[in-house]
């Protein structure tokens, strides 16, 4: 059966539904972020938060941002991110429905049920994430435009190392920073998953969330090849046997992975957040964007994917945006190959035990 016939099949609330989302597609995929500031506003911003990058770059000791930044993130993002998966309330999601009379035991029975019920439902998450995400963006920005990188008159604040300590400020801050959105964002797509029926702590969903996080934080030019890296994860975990098996221990090597490398784009964005006086609005308007598109993203993505759940629609990739390379560009699905070799290897490794003769010995 095509796609046009599991289309006819659906139901005129569901049809509707599913219209609604390749209209989201469409905009999200083609449209460009508007503009709020005036063209001379938004390049005197630029042309201040390149110095502060510049000045970042310069500072002695601090050339190895990315290196910095490993480093730093490392310890935020570990048990940060098992923690916002783990208190997703999924009890409270299953009591949501049996208010409703309807018959689920565990998440994965809310994928038996209508949409229309689920729309019922399911609360307005995003605006709560959102509303988080300002506040925290506020102090961020508050305490990187204080960091000392730019002086009276707008000069470099000294040459030599009494700049580190204002370097090394802005960059903890902005890391810190980085890291909350993340890990906001990614409870975020968990409670949001779990009401379509979804259970955050299975290692495929891991899996996915950190495709919807991808695309939620990709830029103008990397958005189409993130969409197109959802749909490469999602026929992934249908069809390659390899990953049938997935464990926690190659899906938490994966997530820190992927975690770092959006971190790192988050952070480097962020870095015009370091500028006197603007810094504020600037990291609470950064968070609260990033935040606001990450819960939109994941709505209209649950949503999609439990409609092909349902009716059977495969997801099929673009050979343009799987072609296309950018800078920013995540591989999801190459990180998973890569990990899955690195376990069997290691697993190969262990169950090689050399014989006194010097062969082997199962």
């Known amino acids: 059966m095509n796609g046009d016939q599991m289309l006819g099949e659906m139901t005129p609330y569901d049809r509707k539904a599913w219209d609604q989302i390749e209209g989201w597609r469409e905009k999200r995929l083609t449209a460009r972020t508007r503009r709020a500031l005036p063209e001379g506003a938004r390049e005197r911003l630029r042309d201040a938060g390149q110095k502060v990058r510049s000045r970042v770059e310069a500072v002695p000791g601090l050339p190895d941002f990315e290196s910095i930044f490993l480093k730093s993130l490392e310890a935020l993002v570990g048990l940060g991110g098992r923690t916002a998966v783990a208190t997703v309330p999924k009890k409270t999601v299953v009591k949501a429905y049996r208010k409703q009379d309807a018959e689920v035991e565990e998440l994965e029975d809310i994928r038996q049920l209508d949409l229309a019920l689920i729309d019922k439902v399911k609360p307005r998450l995003g ?22 990188l730019l002086a009276t008159g707008g000069t470099v604040a000294g040459a030599g190392a009494g700049a580190a300590p204002g370097a090394a400020l802005v960059i903890g801050t902005l890391v810190a920073d980085s890291a909350a959105v993340l890990l906001a964002g990614q409870r975020a797509i968990a409670h949001i998953g779990a009401y379509y029926g979804y259970d955050p702590e299975h290692p495929d969903e891991q899996l996915f969330m950190l495709g919807v996080l991808n695309l939620g934080t990709a830029s103008e030019a990397g958005k189409v090849v993130a969409y197109a890296e959802i749909n490469k994860l999602v026929q992934a975990l249908a069809r390659n046997a390899t990953w049938d098996q997935l ?79 950018t800078d920013e560009d995540v591989d999801i699905v190459d990180i998973v190959d890569a990990e899955i070799v690195d376990e069997d290897d290691e697993r190969e490794r262990h169950d090689y035990v050399p014989s006194a003769e010097g062969g082997e010995r199962d």
């Open 247 to 325: 464990n926690q221990s190659v899906v938490t090597k994966v997530v820190e992975k992927v975690f770092t490398r959006l971190g790192f784009r988050l952070t480097k964005a962020k870095l015009g957040q370091a500028v006197p006086v603007m810094g504020i609005a600037i990291g609470a308007g950064m968070n609260t964007r990033f935040l606001k598109r990450i819960t939109d993203d994941a709505e209209h993505l649950y949503r999609e994917r439990f409609l092909r759940d349902r009716y059977g629609i495969e997801a099929k990739s673009d050979p343009v945006a799987t072609d296309a390379d």
């Open 127 to 148: 605006l709560r994430y959102t509303a988080f995400a300002g506040a925290e963006g506020a102090g961020a920005g508050f305490a990187a435009s204080g960091g000392g």
